[in-house]
């Protein structure tokens, strides 16, 4: 065992060290070993030493590597914490509250000085205003409120400076918010001629001399256009004149009118749910929604998502809405085109405006029809309440000197029909149909089978095999292995459709024998057939489809669409 050399200092009882505590002549019965083995072993019965000072020291001093261990202070203390470091408040169209927490980590006071970056529109309350103090370690709480009113692009880099009461030390801590501020077109509209609404795609199309295309979508969605007429009466018309004066060359929030519902139970302020049906309104295919009560009294909400039975907003409601109020898939869009007003008096004028979405609209999925050769067939029968249209069209040139005879070259040898359709649509499952068969043509881009739904072809004998007997109409003579006449669509009472190509013919007497890619499994008699109908492979000759929605989605809409014949 090792031995150590020490030194007892003497007690007070000695009077030669004062800073010795006299509790060491209290402790009795201990053993000191090595000093005595003897009970007695006060401090003041050993031989004591007076102490000698050996300041100034001399060391040899030599470098240390080391490394600062850290704690949880260095984590969370000698800061300013801030619960909002950035933030996306999306589209501004009605008055936002965002809440800041900021906590003093320092363990002294500090004195806020200001708050920078503040713009027009946007405020706390003033009891939350500098100068204040924060005590150390303590937590504030503020509101910042954000109106509609003030620049178009929201972009604001808020500076808490803070400075040290003992330290004198200068902090900030900042935090970014960016959106875009949008006023709500919540004037109701006049329903005496409807709402126009225009889908546009944009389809690049490359066609060779012999009628073959290559065709390219240039867009990812359409885009919507609603045309609409306003009849403004009273402060109205005024607040109307105002907001085009102001706001004319911005954004709008705008209610897709046609899509009206109404509240069936009441939306307390705050609330994030909205309880509805939403089977019938796409409202998960729009990225607002619009509560309205008239042009003074609406609030606009960010769709977050949609379930059978309700809307969840990302964001809470900052009114209350009774039950009744009307409410609408909205979406962003611009003027396309400034108003003209007509004043009928001087409280009443009426106007029309066209409003074009700033984002491409979502429709519903493509369907999933019939397909005949790798392309789907069109089934939904047109309306012909008013006289259809059929015309043709040929990839003809002329060369013409002008003083002998002109030149005429059929560069493709084929004629291209077109197909002028209109349809009644009736209620929302007619409407979703409709936009979905718009989806999967993607304007001029996708072709489908478009069925004349006439009858071409009158049936004279049961069908049978692969032989097709109908009345004389001249098919043999003319409409063999021509473009848009080598298919047919046989359509029964009973709803079944089938589809074949005609590969030969041959004309007897009154009667043409049509010879069919495939053959029949049954033979069908005459009575049971509705209508046989040339099928031709067709494309939309426009990118643009125009629907006229005289009600709302569960009333009656028209549409218009006219089709090309191609080749493929």
């Not at 001399?58 to 240390?64: N, R």
């Not at 950035?86 to 006071?109: C, R, T």
């Not at 996708?446 to 004389?472: C, H, M, Y």
């Amino acid at each position: 065992m090792a031995n150590i050399d020490y030194v007892v200092t003497l007690s007070p009882n000695h009077a030669i060290n004062e800073y010795l505590t006299s509790d060491f002549d209290l402790a009795v019965d201990g053993v000191w070993y090595p000093v005595s083995t003897a009970r007695n072993t006060r401090v003041s019965d050993i031989i004591a030493h007076p102490l000698t000072s050996n300041i100034p020291v001399s060391t040899h001093p030599k470098p240390l590597d080391f490394v600062v261990a850290h704690s949880f202070v260095d984590d969370f203390y000698h800061r300013i914490h801030i619960d909002n470091l950035q933030a996306d408040l999306g589209v501004v169209a009605s008055k936002q509250v965002i809440n800041f927490a900021l906590w003093n980590a320092y363990f002294e006071p500090l004195d806020l000085k200001r708050i920078d970056g503040l713009t027009a529109g946007v405020y706390f309350d003033n009891h939350d205003l500098p100068p204040l103090v924060f005590q150390a370690l303590e937590e504030r709480s503020w509101q910042l409120h954000i109106l509609p009113d003030g620049d178009a692009q929201l972009n604001l880099d808020l500076a808490w400076r803070f400075v040290g009461k003992v330290s004198q030390n200068a902090y900030q801590v900042a935090s970014k918010l960016s959106g875009q501020r949008v006023i709500g077109f919540a004037w109701l509209i006049d329903w005496d001629k409807g709402v126009n609404e225009s889908l546009a795609w944009h389809t690049d199309i490359l066609q060779s001399q012999t009628g073959f295309e290559q065709r390219r979508s240039l867009r990812l969605a359409p885009r919507q256009t609603l045309d609409v007429n306003l009849l403004l009466h009273g402060q109205e018309r005024t607040l109307f004149d105002l907001a085009m004066t102001a706001w004319a060359s911005k954004n709008f929030v705008v209610p897709v009118w046609f899509y009206q519902a109404y509240l069936t139970t009441k939306i307390n302020s705050q609330s994030r749910i909205i309880l509805c049906d939403t089977t019938q309104i796409p409202y998960g295919n729009f990225q607002y929604i619009m509560l309205i009560k008239d042009a003074f009294s609406y609030e606009v909400g960010e769709v977050g998502a949609v379930n059978d039975d309700q809307i969840i907003l990302k964001r809470p409601l900052q009114h209350a809405w009774e039950r009744g109020t009307q409410i609408f898939p909205a979406l962003s869009a611009q003027l396309n085109g400034l108003p003209r007003l007509t004043k009928h008096s001087s409280q009443v004028m009426r106007t029309a405006v066209s409003l074009q979405a700033v984002d491409g609209v979502n429709l519903p999925d493509p369907v999933k029809p019939d397909t005949f050769r790798g392309y789907p067939v069109l089934s939904i029968a047109p309306n012909e309440v008013d006289n259809l249209t059929h015309s043709y069209e040929r990839l003809q040139q002329q060369l013409d000197n002008l003083s002998g005879r002109p030149l005429f070259v059929d560069s493709a040898n084929a004629s291209f029909s077109l197909f002028q359709y209109r349809w009644f649509l009736v209620g929302s499952e007619q409407h979703a149909t409709f936009y979905a068969w718009l989806n999967l043509l993607n304007g001029r881009q996708k072709a489908v089978w478009l069925p004349t739904f006439s009858d071409d072809l009158q049936l004279i004998k049961a069908i049978s095999g692969t032989r097709l007997e109908v009345a004389n109409c001249g098919y043999t003579k003319f409409g063999q292995g021509q473009n848009g006449r080598q298919f047919v669509q046989i359509e029964l009472h009973n709803g079944e459709r089938f589809y074949r190509k005609i590969v030969l013919s041959e004309e007897l007497g009154t009667v043409e024998r049509l010879t069919l890619d495939e053959p029949f499994l049954n033979s069908i008699s005459p009575h049971l057939v509705k209508r046989i109908s040339f099928m031709s492979l067709c494309r939309l000759n426009s990118d643009t489809v125009n629907i006229v929605h005289h009600n709302d989605i569960q009333g009656l809409s028209t549409a218009e669409i006219t089709f090309r014949g191609i080749v493929e």
